[in-house]
């Protein structure tokens, strides 16, 4: 870790932040119900990939895998499935838990730089990692959530018509 923030860092939390940003904005205004209805046949909704963003992506990879830390990896089975949101949770604690965990991601890699290696991989659940430093997470958490961004476009089309950005 360096004293002061790595450019290369700097770049990549900004493009991830665009991308936390539209996964945010594409459910502006959806209504509580809406968040929750199942939007595809295997179950989904809204707010349910919002909490997989929030635990099984933020929380995962920058709080357990690049920070290592013991509370954080000690939870992860506290969770069996992220992707369903149980009945008492508002869906303004999922938005917020979401919201928290990028600000503790943004907090934990202020300091970091890119060719940080992982402090810390469940190789009893996943083998070895096949990704090493702070620059291939963020790599991939950012490919991971433009892609759950884009599943969020489309529920939303699905859901009541409205498009994030349309190109003309």
């Known amino acids: 870790m360096t ?3 790595d450019a290369e860092i700097q770049v990549l939390l900004s493009v991830l932040d665009a ?14 119900e809406a968040l929750r209805r199942p939007v595809l046949p295997s179950g989904w909704s809204c707010l349910g990939l919002v909490q ?10 920058f709080r357990a ?7 954080v990896i000690e939870a992860l089975d506290d969770i069996d499935e992220a992707w369903q949101v149980a009945p008492g949770v508002s869906h303004t ?6 919201r928290a965990e990028a600000d ?4 934990a890699l202020a300091t970091a730089d890119a060719d940080t290696p992982l402090a810390w991989w469940p190789l009893h659940l996943f083998g070895e990692p096949h990704l090493h430093t702070v620059r ?26 409205r498009q994030w950005m349309v190109l003309t």
Do not use: K, M, S
């Open 3 to 5: 004293a002061t923030a």
């Open 65 to 71: 895998v690049i920070t290592g830390d013991p509370a």
């Open 93 to 98: 604690e999922v938005l917020d838990r979401y």
């Open 104 to 107: 503790l991601t943004n907090a």
């Open 136 to 161: 291939d997470v963020l790599l991939h958490v950012i490919a991971e959530t433009a892609c759950h961004a884009g599943h969020l476009d489309a529920a939303r089309e699905l859901i009541d018509g």
């Open 52 to 61: 997989h963003l929030a635990l099984d992506v933020e929380r995962f990879w």
């Open 19 to 32: 991308q936390r940003r539209h996964v945010l904005g594409i459910l502006d205004g959806l209504a509580p």
